[in-house]
Each structure stands twice: as structure tokens, then as C-alpha cells.
């Protein structure tokens, strides 16, 4: 049985202050929830988030990560920086890190090696722009990304991975995939998964579906047999949406 795990990718949205307001309240409407659930704040709030979520259940991730340890790095942020602020899960590869600020695969890969290094727990963000999808390249980009993105990554530390299935053309465009386009998207990824690391790590591997969840499609999605969890990025910034996605009805 794998458990659900859904998490909010705040985005460059919520100040230290709002995010502390916020975290509070998402903390008191989600008690007693039975799904893994983690926010992911910026940068410079993670520390209000953090000290608010002490003693909660709700896990703090960060949406980015350096890949280097320490240095001359101007405007990064260091894994042992993130885990002296307490964040537990660290986001890589998100695709608007690879198109806005040129990720390739090596350097998310670089950064995941660094990740699971500093014990993190890792969202591996993989996903196909409209254009590779259209001329049907899905597959081909799917497995370069999770290929690349986990070489040198051995069996025993893939209980620290999850994936996260976003197509790019469906990330904060309102755009769905449909549950059944998204579930055979997933169950490629724990194909490839399976050759890599055999059957058994693939059948516990979690697969996030990101891109336009929201409280009247969540259900549906998590219906589907290789669909985990959701990585919601617009929804997660109010109650009124995160909360009924957290609690979706399972089937
Ligand atoms: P969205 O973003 O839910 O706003 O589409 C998802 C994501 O980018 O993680």
C-alpha cells in the first residue's frame, strides 16, 4: 500500500508573515489527517513556517536547493542551511527551475546526490512540455529525465524519492491532464523505475500528479492506480482549496 503524500509548492508567494498565519491555520484545519502532507514556502519564510509546524504532522520542504555544499555561490541556499532551518523534503527539478532558469538533468541530478546526502527526502519533478508531447516524444523525455535524474542513486536510497509527474503544459494553465493520461504517464515512470531498480522498488515508489489540481478534480486523480499523491501549486495558497484537497474522497 503506498500512502498518499500531497504537497503545496507555495511558489514566490507568502511573505514570513503571511506564511506563519497560513501554516497555523492549515495546521488546525488538517489534524488528524491521513495522508502525508508537506508545504513547501520559499526561501526566506521557511524559518516562520518551520517554528509554527513544530509539532505537526505537516512536513517543511524546500521548492530549490544548491548544488554545492557550501561557497561562492551568490543567491543560493545550501542543504545544510535548509536542514538547520528544519526542512525535512527538498523539491528539484521543478520544470520552472529547467525552463526559467536552465536546469538540465545533470544538475538536478548533482543536487538530488547532494540531497540524499544531508538525509533529505526528495520530490523529483519530472514532466513533458506540449510541444514534446504533441510530437510524441512523451515517453522519450520521461525516461531521459528520470534516467538522468537518479544515475548513480542506488535501490536502498530510493525510499527517500518520490517522483512528481507535471506536465509542463498543464503547470498553472488551468489544463488538466486527464486521470487516465496522467495514470499512464505513471505507470511509464514506474516502468522505467522497475528496470532500474527491479519490482519492488517500483511498486512502492510514490508518483505525484502536479498541474492544476484543485478540489473538484483531486478524487478523480487519486482514483487512478499509479497515482499517489498530488504536488498542487496554485490550489495550495487557500484554505478553502488545500484543505479539500488534502481530504479528497478516496474511492
Ligand atoms: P499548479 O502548479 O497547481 O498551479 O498548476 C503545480 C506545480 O507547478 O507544482
Known sequence: MRKPFIAGNWKMNMTPSEGRA???ELD???KHTPVR???APP????????EVLKHSSIQVASQNM???ESG????EVSPAMLKDAGVSVV???HSERRSLYGETDAVVNAKLHLALKHEFDVILCVGETLEERESGKLEEVLKRQIVEGLKGVNGHAMSAITVAYEPVWAIGTGKTATPQDANDAHAFIRTVVEGLYGKSVAESLIIQYGGSVKPSNVSDLMAMEHIDGALVGGA???LEQFVPIVTFDAR
Open 66 to 68: 544548491a548544488d554545492h
Open 91 to 93: 523539491i528539484l527539478g
Open 28 to 30: 488546525k484545519a488538517l
Open 43 to 50: 526561501f526566506i519564510t521557511i524559518p516562520a513556517v518551520v
Open 37 to 39: 502532507i508537506a508545504v
Open 72 to 75: 561562492a555561490y551568490t543567491g
Open 236 to 238: 495550495s495558497l487557500t
Open 22 to 24: 497560513f501554516a497555523a
